[in-house]
Each structure stands twice: as structure tokens, then as C-alpha cells.
């Protein structure tokens, strides 16, 4: 059993930055690929950013693109999401989650373990 904490989130205005950490109690996390999920009011889940295990395969979604970095510490057990130039439609809730089986993947089914979820506001 994987679990997952966030961390990070709050209120920033439009154009500024965050980063979320995710710290995992699997020792066998460095095993692991790693999602950053989002879920604003009123819409589906949706997967921000993935890596593998190495960090050789890395994804983002189209919206985030050139403004979101996903990164890992394997050592600490933690995954990154370094948010910049902010728009106020990334606001939402962001969780952490790991898949089911370790391996990389952009598909929602295949994530199974999930984080608590952290805010992140973006004020106009």
C-alpha cells in the first residue's frame, strides 16, 4: 500500500508560482511512475503531469505546457510539481497519485493510490 501526502498548495495571483511535493511511504518508491492529478469544481479529474520511475518518460498535458515541470527525488521519496506563470484556470484541486502496477502510465484507471488532494487558488 502506497500512501501518498501533498503539500504546497495556497492562494497565488495570476502569474506567479508554486511547488507541490508529494512524499510517499512506499519503500519502494523509486519503483514507482508518479501522476499530478487536478480536479476543479464541476469537472473531471484530469492528469496534469506523469513520470517514470527513471524520469525518462515524462508527460503534461497541453494546457500546462512550458509552464509546469514534474520532478522526482527518488533518495526522499518525493515528487514535484513546480507551477509557474499561473493561470486562474489552474485552479483546482491537485492530488499525487501512483499507479497500480509501478509502471508509467497516462491512463486515470491505472492510478490507485491517490494523495489527499492539495488546493491551489489563482486570483485574477
Known amino acids: 500500500q502506497v500512501q501518498l501526502v501533498e503539500s504546497g498548495g495556497g492562494l497565488v495571483q495570476a502569474g506567479g508560482s508554486l511547488r507541490l511535493s508529494c512524499a510517499a511511504s512506499e519503500r519502494t518508491f523509486s519503483n514507482y511512475a508518479m501522476g499530478w492529478f487536478r480536479q476543479a469544481p464541476g469537472k473531471e479529474r484530469e492528469l496534469v503531469a506523469a513520470?517514470?520511475?527513471?524520469?525518462?518518460?515524462?508527460y503534461y498535458v497541453d494546457s500546462v505546457k512550458g509552464r509546469f515541470t514534474i520532478s522526482r527525488d527518488n533518495a526522499k521519496k518525493t515528487v514535484y510539481l513546480q507551477m509557474n506563470s499561473l493561470k486562474p484556470e489552474d485552479t483546482a484541486v491537485y492530488y499525487c497519485?501512483?499507479?497500480?502496477?509501478?509502471?508509467?502510465?497516462?491512463?486515470?484507471?491505472?492510478?490507485?493510490?491517490w494523495g489527499q488532494g492539495t488546493q491551489v487558488t489563482v486570483s485574477s
Open positions: 497519485a501512483a499507479p497500480s502496477s509501478s509502471w508509467y502510465s497516462i491512463d486515470r484507471q491505472d492510478y490507485a493510490y
Open positions: 513520470i517514470s520511475w527513471t524520469a525518462t518518460n515524462i
